[in-house]
T-cell receptor, first 109, second 111 residues
């Protein structure tokens, strides 16, 4: 089955700086890669996704890049704000979803 | 107008008891899931149901049984609760095998 690794497990940045979270996957047939944000006491919420036929996607301060050859994809958050503090999960999907182990992001005001 | 809802939000119970968690989605999705999130925040899929048929059962103990009375509901029943069952349980739904939408979670504490 698929194996998704996510790094780092914790990340602290100053407000206004950028944050990058990286994931690797093992199954080259995986074709859909969503990112979820989980705030304290809530369920994970989709923030951005990318399909295997696209290399990059951007939505305001959030962007995701995909390198199919290297089988890795990354989440980029620019101009971070305190409300970006949360746990972020990547996932890879072929038929079912496989989630990464999560990154706890703290944005320091 | 909540998309995926779960009840209860908190559940505290004694070892050995039997309990159920309910999940409902009003998105018209045909696939629903149950996930377990442990204290380290790892998300592990437990079950998924598509059109009332169980598709995935990821080596979950048979004390856990999903029940889907209709396409909009997927309940989780747990028999003989153990300390290790303490976790947050999330229900989710998706249109086919597409983006999943999660409920708010149920925090289960077994004493």
């Amino acid at each position: 089955g698929e194996n998704v690794e996510q790094h780092p497990s914790t990340l602290s940045v100053q407000e206004g700086d950028s944050a990058v979270i990286k994931c690797t996957y093992s199954d080259s047939a995986s074709n859909y890669f969503p990112w979820y944000k989980q705030e304290l006491g809530k369920g994970p919420q989709l923030i951005i996704d990318i399909r295997s036929n696209v290399g990059e996607k951007k939505d305001q301060r959030i962007a995701v890049t995909l390198n199919k050859t290297a089988k890795h994809f990354s989440l980029h958050i620019t101009e971070t704000q305190p409300e970006d503090s949360a746990v972020y999960f990547c996932a890879a999907q072929r038929n079912q979803f496989y989630f990464g182990t999560g990154t706890s992001l703290t944005v320091i005001p | 107008d909540t998309a995926v809802s779960q009840t209860p939000k908190y559940l505290v119970t004694q070892m050995g008891n039997d309990k159920s968690i309910k999940c409902e989605q009003n998105l018209g999705h045909d696939t629903m899931y149950w996930y377990k999130q442990d204290s380290k925040k790892f998300l592990k899929i437990m079950f998924s149901y598509n059109n009332k048929e169980l598709i995935i059962n990821e080596t979950v103990p048979n004390r856990f049984s999903p029940k889907s009375p209709d396409k909009a509901h997927l309940n989780l029943h747990i028999n003989s609760l153990e300390l290790g069952d303490s976790a947050v349980y999330f229900c989710a739904s998706s249109p086919g095998w597409a983006t999943q939408y999660f409920g708010p979670g149920t925090r289960l504490t077994v004493l």
